[in-house]
């Protein structure tokens, strides 16, 4: 089987086949006497497994995937299968926080008036400390007054505080928080951000979906070079 053949299947270039094997994604080719590659039905197994694979688990780690299962390391080849689901399932964990924190906050009336340090730590059971903690990593920006140089809570900075009080008692850290924050922000508050949810929730389905067929496909390589 030349390299045409196998790139013909997936509507890849020659070169790519070349470079999938030098990177160790396909098994080392045998070469005719005049140094051409030949490919066995072996290595189809192989491209598909790997192609199939990128999707679920991106280009980096199906290469290592590959790779390990090429140099004869199945079981490191599954432990980094098994750290992948393990992303895909805090980045659910993660979701599901983000939406009960914003359920939490839903049912809240608006926020009236501005508020100050003090009283807004008490209300929620913070520390002042805690607030200014928060509003060093990004998470809250309460303007301060001209005169006394207190800082002021305006509705949104209660609503962002809010939100983070959420998901810190749910364990998260500061850094994991300030993205979300800000896209409260940039969103207007917490209502547009529900298609977000559902595009977030979307791909994680996808990639669920995507590493159950890249499953298929390495089951099938590995059973391949079974002897």
């Not at 301060?144 to 207190?150: A, C, E, L, S």
């Amino acid at each position: 089987m030349r390299p045409v053949d196998l790139a013909r299947e997936h509507g890849l270039s020659t070169q790519a086949i070349r470079n999938y094997e030098d990177a160790g994604i396909l098994p080392t080719a045998e070469r005719t006497v005049h140094g051409y590659r030949t490919y066995t039905p072996l290595h189809a197994h192989a491209l598909r497994a790997f192609l199939a694979l990128v999707p679920g688990h991106g280009h980096r780690t199906a290469t290592l995937i590959m790779q390990a299962i090429n140099r004869g390391a199945t079981e490191d080849a599954l432990r980094l299968i098994d750290e992948s689901h393990g992303r895909l399932l805090d980045d659910r964990r993660t979701l599901q926080a983000v939406e009960a924190a914003l359920r939490d906050l839903a049912p809240v009336p608006q926020e009236r008036g501005d508020t100050f340090i003090g009283p807004l730590a008490r209300r929620l059971g913070l520390r002042p400390a805690t607030l200014r903690k928060w509003e060093n990593a990004g998470l809250v920006r309460p303007r301060r007054d001209p005169r006394t140089g207190y800082r002021i809570y305006d509705a949104a900075d209660v609503r962002d505080v809010r939100l983070a009080h959420q998901l810190r008692r749910g364990g998260y850290l500061l850094e994991q928080i300030a993205p979300l924050i800000a896209q409260v922000r940039s969103a207007g508050g917490v209502a547009p951000l529900e298609s977000t949810l559902r595009d977030w929730q979307a791909r994680l389905s996808a990639r669920g979906r995507a590493m159950l067929k890249g499953a298929t496909g390495l089951d099938a390589y590995l059973r391949a070079r079974e002897p």
